[in-house]
């Protein structure tokens, strides 16, 4: 049971129902009418989660580091969700799985998720043989950046989910 209040779209009013019944009228999901309480943050939190897809990663790419996110913290709500969005992004089942664990199936994607694992173990202290290993396999500054973004992204909304409860409204994930 949430443990925070929420906004109705079908029949609360304001800023937050606004934003329900506007940008993210596709999107009525329970993470959102929660964040709709406070609709500056919410606007803000949608203005950054933009921004941290920048390009430098793919959609692919930003599902694995999800995923991954979503598992290292435990947030059932994100690891739901992110395997639902993934499999839009172009992951399957499996994939979306082993990306919770940690694993890809390509060596790109394996250095992505091994460099998201250093940053997050180190609390961003990687090491010059980390940063090289996933500079390596083909990223390049701007990737970094926006690895760093997306942790921030995810992180923010696994932390919301605990604190509030989020009721799940996504198919459960396979356990990992």
């Not at 949608?46 to 991954?68: D, I, M, N, R």
């Not at 994939?95 to 997050?120: I, K, P, S």
Request: aromatic content about 8%.
């Amino acid at each position: 049971m949430p443990r925070l209040k929420t906004i109705d779209p079908a029949t609360d009013t304001g800023a937050g129902a606004d934003l329900l019944n506007g940008p993210l009228k596709d999107m009525q999901v329970n993470i959102f009418k929660g964040l709709a309480t406070h609709p500056v943050l919410l606007e803000a939190f949608l203005g950054w989660s933009a921004g941290s897809k920048a390009g430098k990663l793919t959609p692919h790419e930003h599902e694995l580091v999800a995923l991954f996110v979503a598992e290292s913290n435990d947030c059932g709500y994100c690891a739901a969700a992110h395997t639902v969005i993934a499999m839009g992004a172009g992951l399957d089942d499996r994939g979306a799985l082993e990306a919770r664990r940690g694993n890809a199936e390509d060596e790109r994607h394996q250095a992505l998720l091994d460099f998201v694992a250093a940053v997050m173990e180190t609390k961003g202290y990687v090491s010059d043989e980390q940063l090289a290993e996933f500079m390596d396999a083909g990223f390049d500054d701007g990737a970094v950046i926006e690895v760093i973004a997306a942790i921030s992204v995810n992180v923010f909304t696994n932390f919301y989910n605990h604190v509030h409860a989020t009721e799940v409204d996504f198919p459960a994930p396979p356990a990992v």
